[in-house]
Protein backbone atom coordinates (compact mmCIF):
# COMPACT_ATOMS: atom_id res chain seq x y z
CA UNK A 1 0.00 0.00 0.00
CA UNK A 2 1.42 3.31 -1.01
CA UNK A 3 1.05 6.41 1.68
CA UNK A 4 -1.62 8.18 -0.83
CA UNK A 5 -3.85 5.38 -0.47
CA UNK A 6 -4.66 6.37 3.30
CA UNK A 7 -2.78 9.40 4.56
CA UNK A 8 -3.91 9.48 7.81
CA UNK A 9 -0.53 7.12 7.63
CA UNK A 10 2.57 6.54 5.88
CA UNK A 11 3.49 3.07 5.06
CA UNK A 12 6.43 3.26 2.92
CA UNK A 13 6.13 1.34 -0.88
CA UNK A 14 7.87 -1.80 -0.20
CA UNK A 15 5.54 -2.73 3.09
CA UNK A 16 2.48 -5.16 2.48
CA UNK A 17 -0.84 -3.95 4.51
CA UNK A 18 -3.54 -6.19 3.88
CA UNK A 19 -7.48 -5.38 3.09
CA UNK A 20 -9.02 -4.84 7.04
CA UNK A 21 -6.14 -3.81 8.97
CA UNK A 22 -6.54 -0.96 11.06
CA UNK A 23 -4.10 1.31 11.64
CA UNK A 24 -3.87 4.34 13.34
CA UNK A 25 -3.37 8.07 12.36
CA UNK A 26 0.81 9.58 11.99
CA UNK A 27 1.33 5.66 12.58
CA UNK A 28 4.80 5.12 10.14
CA UNK A 29 5.44 1.66 8.80
CA UNK A 30 9.02 1.61 6.80
CA UNK A 31 10.87 -0.66 4.59
CA UNK A 32 9.18 -4.48 4.02
CA UNK A 33 7.06 -4.77 6.90
CA UNK A 34 3.82 -6.90 6.46
CA UNK A 35 0.71 -6.11 8.80
CA UNK A 36 -1.80 -8.66 8.50
CA UNK A 37 -5.72 -7.86 7.52
CA UNK A 38 -7.05 -8.57 11.32
CA UNK A 39 -4.26 -6.44 13.18
CA UNK A 40 -5.14 -2.90 14.82
CA UNK A 41 -2.75 -0.49 15.11
CA UNK A 42 -2.68 2.52 16.72
CA UNK A 43 -1.85 5.91 16.60
CA UNK A 44 1.66 7.55 16.66
CA UNK A 45 3.25 4.22 16.36
CA UNK A 46 6.51 3.65 14.72
CA UNK A 47 7.04 0.10 13.10
CA UNK A 48 10.80 -0.56 11.37
CA UNK A 49 12.26 -2.03 9.10
CA UNK A 50 10.95 -5.99 8.18
CA UNK A 51 8.61 -5.79 10.81
CA UNK A 52 5.31 -8.55 11.22
CA UNK A 53 2.40 -7.91 12.33
CA UNK A 54 0.08 -10.81 12.80
CA UNK A 55 -3.72 -11.39 12.35
CA UNK A 56 -5.38 -10.22 16.18
CA UNK A 57 -2.76 -8.14 16.98
CA UNK A 58 -3.62 -5.24 19.10
CA UNK A 59 -0.86 -2.91 19.70
CA UNK A 60 -1.79 0.68 21.40
CA UNK A 61 -0.70 4.30 20.61
CA UNK A 62 2.69 5.70 20.63
CA UNK A 63 4.72 2.40 20.32
CA UNK A 64 7.62 1.52 18.97
CA UNK A 65 8.97 -1.49 17.09
CA UNK A 66 12.77 -1.30 15.93
CA UNK A 67 13.95 -3.54 12.78
CA UNK A 68 13.23 -7.07 12.23
CA UNK A 69 10.39 -8.14 15.37
CA UNK A 70 7.64 -10.18 14.39
CA UNK A 71 4.50 -9.83 16.67
CA UNK A 72 2.46 -12.99 16.45
CA UNK A 73 -1.26 -14.11 17.69
CA UNK A 74 -1.96 -13.89 20.73
CA UNK A 75 0.46 -10.86 21.53
CA UNK A 76 -1.33 -7.76 23.00
CA UNK A 77 0.87 -4.24 23.45
CA UNK A 78 -0.69 -1.58 25.07
CA UNK A 79 0.36 2.12 25.01
CA UNK A 80 4.08 3.37 24.57
CA UNK A 81 5.76 -0.19 24.72
CA UNK A 82 9.27 -0.31 22.82
CA UNK A 83 10.66 -3.45 21.63
CA UNK A 84 14.16 -3.60 20.61
CA UNK A 85 15.75 -4.59 17.16
CA UNK A 86 15.38 -8.75 16.52
CA UNK A 87 13.83 -8.82 19.97
CA UNK A 88 11.33 -12.07 19.52
CA UNK A 89 7.59 -12.98 20.64
CA UNK A 90 6.53 -16.27 20.65
CA UNK A 91 3.10 -17.84 21.13
CA UNK A 92 3.19 -21.74 21.49
CA UNK A 93 5.17 -23.65 24.63
CA UNK A 94 5.86 -27.00 22.76
CA UNK A 95 5.64 -26.45 18.98
CA UNK A 96 6.02 -29.42 16.67
CA UNK A 97 6.29 -28.37 12.82
CA UNK A 98 4.33 -32.34 11.90
CA UNK A 99 1.77 -31.15 14.57
CA UNK A 100 0.89 -27.63 14.18
CA UNK A 101 -1.28 -25.83 16.85
CA UNK A 102 -4.37 -24.44 16.06
CA UNK A 103 -4.77 -20.81 16.97
CA UNK A 104 -7.26 -21.65 19.35
CA UNK A 105 -4.30 -22.69 21.28
CA UNK A 106 -1.67 -19.85 21.10
CA UNK A 107 -0.80 -18.48 24.37
CA UNK A 108 -1.19 -14.81 24.80
CA UNK A 109 0.93 -12.60 25.71
CA UNK A 110 0.49 -9.29 27.01
CA UNK A 111 2.48 -6.61 27.33
CA UNK A 112 1.34 -3.46 29.17
CA UNK A 113 1.56 0.20 29.29
CA UNK A 114 5.50 1.82 29.23
CA UNK A 115 7.07 -1.38 28.95
CA UNK A 116 10.70 -1.68 27.59
CA UNK A 117 12.00 -4.82 25.33
CA UNK A 118 15.80 -4.54 24.81
CA UNK A 119 17.54 -6.01 21.64
CA UNK A 120 17.58 -9.65 20.90
CA UNK A 121 15.57 -10.44 23.81
CA UNK A 122 12.60 -13.17 23.65
CA UNK A 123 9.61 -13.11 25.32
CA UNK A 124 8.69 -16.90 25.85
CA UNK A 125 4.65 -17.06 25.59
CA UNK A 126 1.91 -16.88 27.92
CA UNK A 127 3.38 -14.10 30.08
CA UNK A 128 2.64 -10.24 31.16
CA UNK A 129 5.08 -7.60 31.41
CA UNK A 130 3.52 -5.27 33.50
CA UNK A 131 3.43 -1.38 33.63
CA UNK A 132 6.83 0.12 32.79
CA UNK A 133 8.66 -3.22 32.57
CA UNK A 134 11.83 -3.38 31.46
CA UNK A 135 14.09 -6.09 29.40
CA UNK A 136 17.71 -6.02 29.37
CA UNK A 137 18.87 -7.17 26.09
CA UNK A 138 19.22 -10.51 25.18
CA UNK A 139 17.47 -11.86 28.26
CA UNK A 140 14.64 -14.78 27.78
CA UNK A 141 11.65 -14.01 29.83
CA UNK A 142 9.98 -16.74 31.14
CA UNK A 143 7.64 -15.42 33.71
CA UNK A 144 5.27 -12.79 34.46
CA UNK A 145 7.63 -9.40 35.19
CA UNK A 146 6.19 -6.98 38.12
CA UNK A 147 5.18 -3.46 37.04
CA UNK A 148 8.83 -1.38 36.81
CA UNK A 149 10.62 -4.41 37.59
CA UNK A 150 13.84 -4.86 35.41
CA UNK A 151 14.93 -8.24 34.48
CA UNK A 152 18.11 -9.44 32.87
CA UNK A 153 20.06 -13.05 32.14
CA UNK A 154 18.81 -16.52 30.91
CA UNK A 155 16.53 -16.95 32.39
CA UNK A 156 15.55 -13.51 33.04
CA UNK A 157 15.63 -12.51 36.88
CA UNK A 158 14.72 -9.04 38.55
CA UNK A 159 17.93 -7.46 39.11
CA UNK A 160 16.13 -3.70 40.03
CA UNK A 161 13.66 -0.82 39.91
CA UNK A 162 13.07 1.35 36.76
CA UNK A 163 10.42 4.45 37.02
CA UNK A 164 8.19 5.18 34.31
CA UNK A 165 10.51 8.02 32.68
CA UNK A 166 13.65 5.36 32.32
CA UNK A 167 15.05 5.78 36.03
CA UNK A 168 16.72 3.08 38.14
CA UNK A 169 15.36 3.43 41.35
CA UNK A 170 17.60 3.72 44.75
CA UNK A 171 14.85 3.26 47.71
CA UNK A 172 15.69 5.29 50.72
CA UNK A 173 15.49 4.04 54.48
CA UNK A 174 11.88 4.61 54.46
CA UNK A 175 12.06 2.52 51.64
CA UNK A 176 10.94 5.33 48.91
CA UNK A 177 12.62 6.42 45.58
CA UNK A 178 11.80 9.90 43.61
CA UNK A 179 12.33 9.79 39.74
CA UNK A 180 14.19 12.76 37.44
CA UNK A 181 10.12 13.53 36.94
CA UNK A 182 9.94 13.89 40.53
CA UNK A 183 6.95 10.77 40.51
CA UNK A 184 7.69 8.68 43.75
CA UNK A 185 7.93 5.00 44.58
CA UNK A 186 7.26 2.85 47.54
CA UNK A 187 8.93 -0.76 48.23
CA UNK A 188 6.79 -3.15 49.05
CA UNK A 189 8.43 -6.50 49.10
CA UNK A 190 11.20 -8.26 46.91
CA UNK A 191 8.92 -8.58 43.83
CA UNK A 192 6.67 -5.15 43.95
CA UNK A 193 7.10 -1.22 43.99
CA UNK A 194 4.12 0.72 43.80
CA UNK A 195 3.92 4.37 42.39
CA UNK A 196 2.48 6.82 44.73
CA UNK A 197 1.91 10.08 41.83
Known sequence: MTPEMNPAYFAHSSSCIDPGAQIGANTKIWHFSHVMSGAIIGENCS??????IADDVIIGNGVKIQNNVSVYQ??????YVFCGPSMVFTNV???????PRPASQYSRTLVKRGSSIGANATIVCG?????????????VVTKDVPAYGMVAGVPAKLIGWMGASGDVLTFDSQ???IDSQHHRYQYISENEIRRLE
Not at 74 to 79: A, H, P, Y
Not at 127 to 139: E, K, P, S, W
Request: charged share 10%; net charge negative.
Open 74 to 79: GVTLED
Open 93 to 99: LTPRSEF
Open 175 to 177: GLA
Open 47 to 52: LGQNVY
Open 127 to 139: ITLHQCAFVAAGA
